[in-house]
């Protein structure tokens, strides 16, 4: 097998990114507001704690209909 470059001619029609400026999270300074933030973080870690609980109680469930097969 031999060793062949690629070369892409296709252009990426992708807009770039922007960062939305709104008042709730910029002061007229420009600084960021620490409670916004720390109430973002909380969210995250919610949705993560959601997601960890549903994988424990899929997992529990998975090994009691497999213990409840196996007795059979």
């Known amino acids: ?11 990426n029609n992708l807009s770039p990114l922007t960062t939305p400026k709104n008042n709730e999270e910029f002061s007229s300074s420009g600084r960021v507001d620490i409670n916004i933030l720390l109430n973002r973080a909380r969210k995250i ?28």
Not at 2 to 11: G, L, M, P, Q
Not at 56 to 64: G, P, Q
């Open 1 to 11: 097998m031999s060793a062949e470059k690629i070369i892409s001619t296709d252009v």
């Open 45 to 72: 870690e919610e949705k993560e704690t959601l997601k960890n609980l549903v994988i424990l109680v899929l997992a529990l469930s998975f090994i009691f209909i497999f213990g409840i097969i196996l007795s059979f």
